[in-house]
């Protein structure tokens, strides 16, 4: 097989695998430290039940995230030599920001986080958990800022095919940075509040009423409720940007073939490459026009412009579909739920029962947005500077072959051990219930009374 | 010689990458150390050889990040000719370290029928995690080489680093154990030292006759003058610590720190006799450090936020040390 395709496919699967997790320490860093700032505001220790059992998913989360960052930092080197060749002096200082300044933040302060809740003072164990939720948000600011610097780069000059920084605000601020940062913030919290409540509904239906289930399931549907309609109105304006600015992408998810007026969003399809158009088509009249330019004959750019040079039509195509869909039942399912628990004060069992797989949309829609955007970035590696095919390294295919089969095995145990040991400690959790709640926890330094 | 910006930069990054390197082997070693050393211990004693060391490996393990990214920062071109050509040592590093990573959370979390799963899972992670990176040393030692006397030669160096990392281990143990676990630890020291010294000195042996050009830089005049202090001074903290192992644990729990700072320093001193060993090249005979550099201007960008950072890293990871000093409890999360 190619060499570049598989370097493509392992380094796909190294780097989904790995976001799943870092798209949830992102935002449930910011949950515990809610938790933790209602229960000093409240003293009303359910909080710190919700927290101390949020908190041990955090690690476990944390450690998969960790490992399978560390391998990132390898791939680079292993499998595209080229990019760090031709790109090394912008994407270099970027990554070096994001080891530093974020990395570090998160991984020595989480041992106070996590272990150190009677060792140190209240006040300086919230300090910890502020400091590792802001750098798990610190890291996400600067890998974005390189992903977006991929897809529309700016602020650098070509010498000798290397490229050299000129201006590092025009490189950080590239054209789509504000909207795909934003895009990725919202698609952690959302990711981690349906995880939440995706957990605490099967805590609910295995018989658990204690209150700091029910604290954690309306934190977690009402957070949902609010970002949802956020992240629809965002999304909107990030696909305008990529329309303004790799219109080929926005022609490929929206299996457009012509350019012009008129144009109809589809709804089903199946496009065909090969006769450059789609099959057993499902359309609205003019909806593609209407989203994208705001009025009926706004002219969409049709994959007829692209031809040859625009990335392959069905994967975007029902990647973006995938990601959309989920995002609209997210959309119903977060609204009902938040009905029903803050007006009517309880849960039906059905939407219990609709809950519980809810907990994995966020990382569906999370990969496939992701797949959209990166595979919708083919042909080039870093857009109209790098040839994904020019960055590949001297590797044998037979080792990349033999290394992703491995790493797919890995990966696929890890991951059944991981759901395994969420849905363990989701039903450990509903068992125990709130036990009694510990003596108050004071301020002063040191003075934490002893476990138990 | 001239000394200006563009040939100052890319040694302090050298230095900086090296440094990262050296901080990762002392602190990461003791942590895979402990995870080899699982094989020998009981159900009781790996509850607390883990919470010795459950706060700080996140930090230890992101040392290694910052020294492969500097790597690949600061010597874009460097970073791709060495893990290309360590592509399948790479991978069994980082599987081992992946299985070593997770099996910290799922020994605790998971229900307690797959806990022995997760322990053997975190001493076969450990265990080739040491063999790799010893592996990938030796490689190197040798340029990169791949033929059959290289492979051989890298299964020595690997299995002598997993011999001082359980050496570390053992030591980190000596510090932050007390009781039957410290004997043993102690114990444990003494056999991972006859392993290191053993391989130590299979490794000097081989290492100039493998490498003629390391050879002349060890063996030529006036170098051997002022080089010879490096062997010297490693055998007596050697011979020093070899002697510690009968008199410890002493009464009171002195000096239970010492025999770690010992292997540290041994560590430190056997790290500088292999830069020299390789100055001024980063790819051995192939890329000298100014050749594989980044552009000066980037590499004042990513210098200059280490020179702020790296002080508060310092600052901060020892206050972590404070805050979990002492002997080691039972870890708990509330």
């Known amino acids: 097989m190619d060499p570049v395709l598989l370097s493509r496919i392992q380094f796909g699967a190294n780097i989904s695998f790995h976001i799943l997790f870092p798209t949830i320490t992102i935002a449930l860093g910011w949950v515990l430290l809610f938790f933790k700032l209602r229960y000093n505001a409240t003293r009303d220790y359910a909080w710190m039940h919700a927290y101390f059992t949020w908190v041990k998913v955090f690690a476990l989360t944390f450690a998969m995230g960790v490992v399978t960052g560390v391998t990132m930092s390898f791939q680079f080197g292993t499998n595209w030599p080229g990019y760090m060749e031709t790109v090394g002096n912008i994407a270099g200082p970027l990554l070096a920001y994001e080891i530093l300044t974020a990395f570090f933040l998160e991984a020595a302060f989480l041992g106070i986080m996590l272990f150190g809740f009677r060792r140190v003072s209240n006040r300086v164990h919230t300090l910890a958990t502020v400091l590792v939720a802001g750098g798990t948000t610190a890291s996400a600011f600067w890998i974005l800022a390189l992903n977006s610097w991929m897809q529309t780069p700016a602020g650098f000059e070509m010498r000798d095919g290397v490229a050299h920084a000129v201006d590092w605000w025009a490189i950080i601020f590239n054209p789509s940075f504000p909207y795909r940062l934003t895009h990725m913030l919202l698609a952690s919290g959302l990711t981690v509040s349906f995880l939440i409540a995706g957990l605490s509904s099967l805590r609910y239906l295995a018989g658990d009423r204690s209150e700091s289930m029910w604290k954690a399931l309306r934190t977690a549907v009402g957070v949902a409720a609010v970002l949802i309609p956020v992240q629809i109105f965002v999304g909107d304006q990030h696909g305008l940007n990529t329309l303004e600015h790799q219109p080929a992408k926005i022609a490929a998810m929206e299996a457009n073939w012509k350019t012009g007026g008129n144009v109809p969003l589809v709804l089903f399809a199946w496009p065909d490459e090969a006769t450059r158009e789609n099959h057993f088509e499902i359309a609205i009249p003019n909806g593609a026009s209407l989203i994208l330019r705001h009025h009926a004959e706004g002219v969409v750019p049709g994959l007829d412009q692209f031809e040859g040079k625009h990335p392959p039509v069905l994967p975007l195509f029902w990647g973006f579909r995938i990601m959309v869909g989920t995002g609209v039942l997210m959309l119903v399912l977060s609204w009902s739920a938040a009905f029903f628990l803050y007006r009517r004060n309880r849960l039906p069992q059905l939407l219990a029962y609709a809950l519980v797989p809810m907990a994995v949309s966020g990382w569906v829609a999370t990969l496939a947005g992701w797949y959209v955007t990166e595979i919708g970035r083919q042909p080039w590696l870093v857009t109209g500077v790098l040839l994904t095919a020019d960055a590949v390294g001297p590797v044998a295919g037979g080792h990349v072959a033999l290394t992703l089969v491995l790493y797919l095995a890995l990966y696929a145990a890890l991951m059944a051990a991981y759901l395994g040991v969420l849905v363990h400690l989701a039903l450990k959790a509903a068992k125990q219930g709130d036990p009694e709640p510990r003596p108050a926890v004071e301020s002063r330094a040191m003075s934490q009374p002893a476990k138990g | ?334």
């Open chain 2, 1 to 334: 010689m001239t000394i200006d910006w563009p040939t100052l930069l890319p040694l302090i990054a050298a230095g900086a990458m090296g440094a990262a390197i050296l901080v990762y082997v002392i602190l990461d070693g003791f942590d895979l150390g402990i995870g080899i050393l699982f094989i020998a211990a009981d159900d009781p004693q790996k509850d607390r050889m883990i919470s010795s060391i459950g706060p700080f490996w996140d930090a230890n393990e992101t040392w290694l990040v910052l020294a492969v990214g500097l790597l690949l920062v600061a010597f874009p071109v460097a970073h791709g000719v060495i893990l290309t050509a360590l592509y399948l040592p790479v991978f069994v590093l980082l599987v081992g370290l992946i299985l070593r990573g997770v099996a910290f959370d799922f020994r605790a979390k998971a229900p307690s029928h797959h806990k022995r799963r997760w322990d053997a899972a975190f001493f076969i992670g450990s265990l080739t995690a040491s063999l790799a990176q010893g592996y990938m040393l030796g490689v190197y030692v040798l340029g990169l080489e791949t033929g059959a006397g290289a492979v051989l030669f890298g299964l020595l160096t690997g299995v002598c680093l997993a011999a001082a990392y359980a050496a570390m281990g053992a030591a980190w143990l000596i510090y932050k154990t007390e009781g039957e676990l410290q004997k043993k630890a102690v114990a444990w020291l003494r056999s991972a030292l006859v392993f290191t010294a053993l391989g130590m000195a299979a490794v000097s042996v081989a290492t100039p006759l493998a490498s003629p050009r390391i050879f002349d830089r060890w063996f030529g005049w006036p170098q051997i003058l002022y080089l010879s202090p490096l062997p010297i001074v490693s055998a007596l903290l050697f011979f020093q610590l070899w002697r510690d192992t009968f008199r410890l644990p002493k009464p009171g729990d002195r000096h239970a720190l010492r025999p770690f700072l010992t292997l540290a320093l041994i560590f430190a001193l056997g790290f500088v006799g292999l830069a020299w060993s390789f100055y001024p090249f980063v790819v051995p005979d192939r890329l000298t450090i100014w050749q594989a550099a980044s552009a000066t201007q980037s590499l004042a960008i990513i210098l200059g936020g280490t020179a702020v950072v790296l002080p508060v890293i310092a600052g901060y990871s020892f206050y972590s040390y404070r805050v979990f000093g002492g002997k080691a409890g039972d870890l708990s999360y509330d």
